[in-house]
């Protein structure tokens, strides 16, 4: 398995801004999918973006347009950009990575609110 610590998370107002970056304990270059995910208050855990080994990206259908995600396998990291923030972007956003079993991180807050 692999240890997944995420950061970039925060306080950001409606039509704003955040990058999270998901930094991996080995190298992601077998992985074949990385994913985020987020889970808001009282809701269920959600896919919200996921990018295999070949660069195919594929997105929740709240968040196509505005959310990119990209990884760099030299830096063992995974990274979320995301644009036009909304208030109902927030949540704890999770990074996940199957290999060997199941790994998430400990999640990073993302709070948009003005």
């Known amino acids: 398995q692999v240890q997944l610590v995420e950061s970039g998370g925060g306080l950001v107002q409606p039509g704003g801004s955040l990058r999270l970056s998901c930094a991996a304990s080995?190298?992601?270059?077998?992985?074949?999918?990385m994913s985020w995910y987020r889970q808001a208050p009282g809701k269920e855990r959600e896919l919200v973006a996921h990018?295999?080994?070949?660069?195919?990206?594929n997105y929740a259908d709240s968040v196509k347009g505005r959310f990119t995600i990209s990884r760099d396998n030299a830096k063992n990291t995974v990274y979320l950009q995301m644009n036009s923030l909304k208030p109902e972007d927030t949540a704890v956003y999770y990074c996940?990575?199957?290999?060997?079993?199941?790994?998430w991180g400990q999640g990073t807050q993302v709070t948009v609110s003005s």
């Open positions: 996940y990575a199957f290999s060997g079993g199941p790994s």
């Open positions: 080995r190298s992601i270059f077998s992985i074949v999918v």
């Open positions: 990018i295999t080994s070949g660069g195919n990206r």
